[in-house]
Structure formats: C-alpha cells, structure tokens
C-alpha cells in the first residue's frame, strides 16, 4: 500500500523508518519531509492543510499519519475521512484535549481524572484578583496552542500579575491566550506516556522521559524536547496500570460519552507525585523526540496497529516491544530555542556508526548535494542497549563523529534517571 506522512520533523523521519520495514508498504509520500525522509521516501513540497487534501484527491493512497498538533485542530482528519481515505489521529472534536487546555481540564474534572486543582479565566482582572489570594510557586497557561511555550511558572503574585498582562493583555500567544489556565505546581518525577486508542481501548507504550531545557541541569528556557529515554528507570508495571486505569481509560469514555469517539495517540504528560500519577497536560499525537526513541522499541508492524486503531480492533492486535533501553539526544541550531541561524553544513553523516545507532533528521534539507541545517532541532541521535548507560553512551560516542557551525545539545540526557536506578 502507498502512505502519506504529514509533518517534518524527527518524530515523521522515525515513521517513515518504522514504516519502510513494513511488508504492507509500497511508497511512503511525506508533506513535506526533511533531507532524512527524502533519502528513504518521497517529500512533496506541501504543507498546507488545503494543499495536502488537493493532493490526495488527486493521488489517493491507503493510509495517512498525521504527525503535528496543528493539523489535528485544524480537524484534518474529519476532512480526509470525508475523502474516504483511513487516516490514523483524532477528529478535531476528540483533539480538543490538546489544543484547548480550559476543555482538558473541565473533562478531567468530571470525570475525576487526578490532575492539578485548577480556574479558568478569560478576564484579566478577574484573574489578577484571584492570583494575589494564591499560595506559590503557581503555574499559568495560555488555553490554546501556543507552539509548547504557553506555560510559565510564577513564585510570586507580583510575577503572576506581570505575566498574565503578557498572554491575556499583549497577548503574546495571540488568540492561544484569550483563555488561561492558572493552576496548581505539581512535584514530582515528569514522564511521558503514550498509548494507541481505537475509541474504547488503549494500549500503553513503555514509559518515556523527555527533556524539555535547552541546557544541562534543567536551566535555560523550555524546547519542544531535546532529549528522551525509554524505559524510564524505576516506573513500574504498577504505575503504568494505575495511568491506564485512572486515567488513559476513562479519558477516552468521557470523550467517547460526549460523542468524540478518540482513535489516535493519546499522550499524557504525568507528574508521579507523592498521592499518585497526575496529568500535567494531554496531546493528541506523538511526541518529538518520542517518537524518535519508541520506533526504535517497537518490534510489531506499525501498519497493523494503525489500522487496528482505525477500525476499533485494538484489543486483537499484538503489540512487541523490544526489552531494550533506548535514548535520543537532540543536536540542534545554536540560539534555539529563540532565534536561530539556518543553512549550515553538516558533516559526518557519512560515518559508518555502528548497528544501534540510527539518527533521525529534523530541521534538515538538501543544497547543492550537501545536507545543511533548516530548523531548530536539527538531528535526532538516537541509541540502543541492554542498559540505559550502554546506549547513552553510543549515542554521545556516536555525536562526537558529526558537526556543523553553532551546534548545541545537552550532555546529561538520562544522567538522574541514571543516577536514581
Ligand atoms: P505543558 O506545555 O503543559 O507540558 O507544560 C510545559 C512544562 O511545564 C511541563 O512539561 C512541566 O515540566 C511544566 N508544568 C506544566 N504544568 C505543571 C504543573 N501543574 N506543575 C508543575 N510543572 C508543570
Ligand atoms: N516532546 C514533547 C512533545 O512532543 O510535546
């Protein structure tokens, strides 16, 4: 069968891997890829929702990814059904819990999904008066989709004040923070979880642990991720059987009881605080670089637990996960995550890296038969072994062998996780 990927990160470059394996596949088609993708499928040069639907009018094909949020709340995959093609990733009704944290929260709340006590606002004065009365550090965030930069933690009321000008006044999200959410800070150990949904029931992926600062020891500011491992030392099957039960399951029958029915990936990002897992946020699709570190785990064809989601057959799919660990450490465009020069060189890319080391393009592209730099988080290196340390290490050797001007990454991906098993 012939697919079509939407997106062009290193999230979409490791499905088009997992999916090149696949005996079902034929051509794999990516809008709009990056120089990775194009070494293994075809880009097309469209990225537009508009565009992408012209094009499968006219090339129809057997299955569609959608890999990005905003796709999703621009409710590409009602359009595509409209189409009659399958197409893997919630209808904008079900992504809401993405791209409206104000609704994520109210569906936690009735259902009584544990997650922090929150208010909602949208009048900033209101708001103003109600952060003054607050105990702190308290954490504020623009309602809509804000590009991952939509959540600030405050200390003070003071600072509280200033930064609810910013979003709900100056509006410095643009119409993402029309609405904020100003809720509790929760304490713990952040991981990311990911489950396949065909409506009713959900299959959990091995736990995984992002890291969203762009520098060493959590400082600096926040990235969209630059590093993950998978599985997370020290999380164990009880956990992830208390995530499913209390809140991947009755997420997905109060979405399904309002009538928005969720087949896709559903991705919670959890707090394991002292009372138990709480839900920090929900996304609607895979993580970047999760995804980078997940396919590489994944030992089952990706095309059938697609469909199994699509057609509601989840609970017959067989889903193999590799007992290995994996990491991905993020080299990317010095500057990032603010401004950010594009258009340099990378070189060792040709290097023959050993068996466990696949590297995933993000911001990259193709000039003059040289792979150069088009983007922030530039190169997914990404590593496996028997241990987490074993393939953190082949992944920082590995790094070692390829530079371009201006290259930044962290040097302690994994290194508490590590510590603590
Ligand atoms: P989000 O975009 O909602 O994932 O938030 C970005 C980051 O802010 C998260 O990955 C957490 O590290 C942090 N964060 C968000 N909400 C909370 C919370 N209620 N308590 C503590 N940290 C939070
Ligand atoms: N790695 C965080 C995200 O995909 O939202």
Request: glycine share 10%; net charge neutral; charged share 20%.
């Amino acid at each position: 069968m012939n697919i079509l990927v939407v997106g062009g990160g290193g999230r979409e470059h490791a499905f088009v891997w997992k999916l090149k394996q696949s005996p079902h596949v034929e051509k794999i088609f990516v809008a709009s890829g990056n120089a990775g993708t194009a070494g293994i499928a075809t880009n097309l040069p469209i990225s537009k929702t508009g565009e992408i639907l012209q094009w499968l009018q006219k090339n129809p094909v057997e299955l569609v990814l959608i890999g990005p949020d905003n796709y999703l709340a621009e409710g590409i995959v009602d359009s595509i059904q409209k189409l009659g093609i399958p197409v893997f990733g919630p209808t904008k009704a079900a992504a809401e819990i993405e791209w409206s944290k104000s609704f994520a929260k109210q569906l936690m709340r009735d259902a009584r999904i544990p997650t922090a006590s929150f208010e909602t606002f949208t009048d900033l004065e209101i708001a103003r008066t109600y952060v003054r009365k607050q105990v702190y550090p308290l954490v504020i965030k623009a309602s809509g989709l804000a590009f991952g930069k939509g959540v600030v933690i405050v200390e003070t009321s003071i600072e509280a004040e200033k930064v609810l000008e910013e979003i709900m006044g100056n509006k410095i999200f643009g119409s993402a923070g029309s609405e904020v959410v100003i809720e509790e800070f929760l304490q713990g150990t952040e991981i990311s979880i990911h489950a396949f949904c065909d409506g009713e029931d959900a299959v959990l992926f091995p736990s995984s642990q992002d890291h969203k600062r762009i520098f060493d020891g959590d400082k600096g500011p926040n990235t969209g991720g630059i590093g993950t491992i998978a599985p997370v030392p020290r999380v164990t099957a009880e956990q992830m059987q208390e995530i499913k039960n209390k809140i991947v399951l009755p997420t997905l029958a109060a979405l399904k009881e309002k009538g928005r029915e969720f087949k896709g990936l559903l991705y919670p990002g959890i707090m394991l605080t002292a009372s138990g897992p709480k839900v920090i946020e929900f996304n609607a699709r895979f993580g970047d670089p999760e995804t980078q570190v997940y396919m590489r785990l994944l030992e089952t064809d990706l095309v059938d637990i697609l469909f199994a989601c699509i057609k509601g057959t989840l609970q017959k799919q067989k889903i193999v996960w590799s007992n290995k660990f994996t990491c991905c450490v993020v080299l990317s465009s010095g500057g990032y995550p603010d401004s950010y020069q594009k258009g340099k060189v990378i070189k060792g890319l040709n290097h023959s890296f050993e068996k466990d080391i696949v590297i995933f393009h993000a911001g990259t592209t193709m000039k003059n038969g040289e792979v150069i730099t088009n983007g922030g988080r530039v190169l997914g290196v990404s590593a496996t072994g028997s241990n987490l340390s074993e393939a953190l290490s082949k992944a920082y050797d590995a790094i070692t062998y390829i530079s371009f001007e201006g290259m930044q990454y962290r040097k302690d991906i994994g290194a508490k996780a590590v510590k603590r098993s």
